[in-house]
């Protein structure tokens, strides 16, 4: 491998550098799926007219789509103390290496090593994402509310405005 006998480098990626390529696997493989050869085909007329523009659109297009992706799952990252939980898994696995009686080891099943992980601790995240989704969805539709009225008040104008019209005439 590389970095064989730096001391500095643990044997095992920790759970935060595990989680981080997962990341990048995703984002990589989404950049994939979104090909700029797709994006042209949807958009063939302008294409033909301003490749170039198309290309730069793209690009920004997809640089948006990372970074702001990025900084969602950092968001999730610093909300539910990440970072924290995978160093103090890791540290926890480390100890029980010292440990004579049979520890946690991995299954080999990644999906079930961090769902063994990760359940306890979403449980207790679960009933808090609920409470903020409820406030948000109670945002969501005051604006909609708010929307829909300013939508009548301006029908309301447009009518006084014909009739206005109408009686000049």
Same mark, same amino acid.
């Given at each position: ?61 997809? @640089?948006? $789509? %990372?970074?702001?992706? =990025? #900084?969602?799952?950092? /968001? ?50 679960? @009933?808090? $994402? %609920?409470?903020?989704? =409820? #406030?948000?969805?109670? /945002? ?8 829909l009225a300013g939508r ?18």
């Amino acid at each position: 491998g590389n970095g064989d006998g730096d001391p500095s480098v643990p044997a095992t990626p920790g759970r935060a550098q595990v989680f981080a390529a997962v990341v990048d696997t995703f984002l990589e493989k989404l950049v994939t799926a979104g090909s700029y050869q797709r994006f042209a085909s949807c958009y063939r007329c302008f294409y033909k007219l301003q490749p170039e523009m198309t290309r730069s659109i793209y690009d920004q297009f997809v @640089s948006q $789509l %990372q970074t702001s992706i =990025k #900084e969602e799952i950092q /968001e999730v990252k610093e909300e539910g103390n990440l970072e924290v939980l995978f160093n103090s898994l890791d540290k926890i696995v480390e100890e029980a290496k010292d440990h004579k009686e049979p520890a946690w080891r991995p299954s080999g099943i990644p999906e079930e090593d961090v769902r063994s992980a990760m359940v306890p601790y979403l449980l207790k995240h679960r @009933s808090y $994402l %609920q409470k903020v989704l =409820k #406030e948000k969805e109670e /945002e969501n539709r005051k604006v909609a509310e708010s929307v829909l009225a300013g939508r009548d008040r301006i029908a309301e104008l447009q009518q006084l405005i014909q009739a206005r019209k109408l009686a000049w005439q």
